[in-house]
């Protein structure tokens, strides 16, 4: 059985940074890109960063961008969002996501796996 758990997230202040981490259980990560998302009440869910099988092409949503970045430890099973310059409007569920296909995308629809989510508040 497949899991992705997510931790790391917690409440800072605008300006703080976080890590997250996204642990995969029954699942080879190296087989597969890895995605965050992300999902503020009453909104959509929101595509945060993308890395592809071997972590060496990454993309990021406009909000990510230039703050966040997204790594992989295929060895460790484990996928990293480093969330720097934090600002209010980043307060949201994040969620990792495993895809099958070799390259990511930022479409919700091509994930095959999602975990439960890490809450993520920042505090003006």
């Known amino acids: 059985q497949v899991h992705l758990v997510e931790s790391g997230g917690g409440l800072v202040q605008a300006g703080g940074s976080l890590r997250l981490s996204c642990a995969a259980s029954?699942?080879?990560?190296?087989?597969?890109?890895m995605g965050w998302f992300r999902q503020a009440p009453g909104k959509e869910r929101e595509f945060v960063s993308t890395?592809?099988?071997?972590?060496?092409?990454?993309y990021y949503g406009d909000s990510a961008k230039g703050r966040f970045t997204i790594s992989r430890d295929n060895a460790k099973n484990t996928v990293y969002l480093q969330m720097n310059s934090l600002k209010p409007e980043d307060t949201a569920v994040y969620y990792c996501?495993?895809?099958?296909?070799?390259?990511?995308?930022?479409?919700?629809?091509?994930?095959?796996?999602w975990g439960q989510g890490t809450q993520v508040t920042i505090s003006s």
């Open positions: 996501a495993a895809d099958r296909g070799p390259y990511g995308s930022s479409r919700i629809d091509d994930y095959d796996y």
């Open positions: 890395i592809n099988w071997t972590g060496r092409t990454t």
């Open positions: 029954g699942l080879t990560i190296s087989n597969y890109a």
